[in-house]
């Protein structure tokens, strides 16, 4: 069965500091991994992109990471901000029937403490 | 550019009523998507749409329906709502290669008593 596990469930840390969120699928077959976003009351918004064969993509202070072979994703986040609080949900898109499909986890959420 | 807009963003129901949630995209995406997001789990898909005057069905499809008449809008209906279709839904839409993003509405809440 096509599954997105994420972890932690939640996660609470001090203005400045780092964190990891992990993503675990099953999904096959692969075609990409996002990872998302999401503030209280928005829609998801997309972080990065990962394919195949990249493993290590970065956007500010994101940093998403992919190891295809253990089918496992981090995001890390340097240097907390406040506006960091959010939840980040990973999504791995697969394809079928002639068209793509997405499997969503659940999500993390991250509470930036001042 | 507006992006994805959803009318409305809050809606109460009563059981059996029925009612069309919007969403609309200026970004000339040919595929679109209906989600729902429920407290600890991930979204489902609804339905989804490859271009104007196709739906299809999605993860979670029963007691809803879906119109694409045109590009730009893609219109979920519940012809008789229950509660357990309380849920915030989420409207989305991608250019159609599998490499790019899906752009999200702002989302819809809806509450059914």
């Known amino acids: 069965k096509n599954q997105v596990e994420q972890s932690p469930q939640s996660l609470i840390i001090l203005e400045g500091k780092n964190c990891t969120l992990q993503c675990n699928y099953t999904v096959s077959p692969f075609s990409n991994l996002r990872w998302y976003k999401q503030d209280t009351g928005r829609g998801p918004v997309s972080l990065t992109i990962m394919t195949f064969s990249e493993n290590t993509k970065s956007n500010g202070r994101y940093t998403a990471t992919l190891d295809a072979d253990t089918k496992q994703s981090s995001l890390h986040i340097t240097a907390s901000q406040l506006s960091d609080s959010a939840s980040y949900i990973c999504?791995?898109?697969?394809?079928?029937?002639?068209?793509?499909?997405?499997?969503f986890g659940t999500g993390t959420r991250l509470k930036v403490l001042a | 550019n507006a992006g994805v807009t959803q009318t409305p963003k809050f809606r109460v129901l009563k059981t059996g009523q029925s009612m069309t949630l919007l969403c609309a995209q200026d970004m000339n995406h040919e595929y679109m998507y209906w989600y729902r997001q429920d407290p600890g789990m991930g979204l489902r898909l609804i339905h989804y749409s490859v271009g104007e005057g196709t739906t299809a069905k999605g993860e979670v499809p029963d007691g809803y329906n879906v119109s694409r008449l045109k590009k730009q809008n893609f219109l979920l209906g519940l012809e008789s709502a229950a509660p357990s279709q309380t849920s915030v839904y989420f409207c989305a839409s991608r250019r159609q290669a599998s490499s790019y993003e899906q752009y999200f509405g702002p989302g819809t809440r809806l509450t059914v008593t």
């Open positions: 999504v791995v898109s697969f394809p079928t029937s002639g068209t793509y499909k997405y499997i």
